[in-house]
Nanobody, 112 residues
Framework: EVQLTESGGGLVHTGGSLRLSCAAS????????MIWVRQAPGKGPEWVSA????????YYADSVKGRFTISRDNAKNTLYLQMNSLKPEDTAVYYC?????WGQGTQVTVSA
């Protein structure tokens, strides 16, 4: 069974930083492309970032490019999202996805 567990969310002020983690189990993490998606209150899901296998190429939404960094540690079966220069519009529940499965999400709240 694919399991994804996010952690690291919280409340920060504008300009602050957070590092999200996603612990994966139940599948070959190192062979799977991974994605971060967020959902703000009253809005639909928004793709944030992705990292693929092999060379570990990374991709970002324009809204987070230059501020967020996705990475992975295949030895630890863990996906990360380093978020810097946070803005109130980054407030959302952040989910990691792998093999079509979603984690339970972690809340990020950025105060003005």
């Amino acid at each position: 069974e694919v399991q994804l567990t996010e952690s690291g969310g919280g409340l920060v002020h504008t300009g602050g930083s957070l590092r999200l983690s996603c612990a994966a189990s139940g599948f070959t993490f190192g062979s799977s492309d991974m994605i971060w998606v967020r959902q703000a209150p009253g809005k639909g899901p928004e793709w944030v970032s992705a990292i693929n296998t092999g060379l570990g190429s990374t991709y970002y939404a324009d809204s987070v490019k230059g501020r967020f960094t996705i990475s992975r540690d295949n030895a630890k079966n863990t996906l990360y999202l380093q978020m810097n220069s946070l803005k109130p519009e980054d407030t959302a529940v952040y989910y990691c996805l792998g093999l079509g499965a979603w984690g339970q999400g972690t809340q990020v709240t950025v105060s003005a």
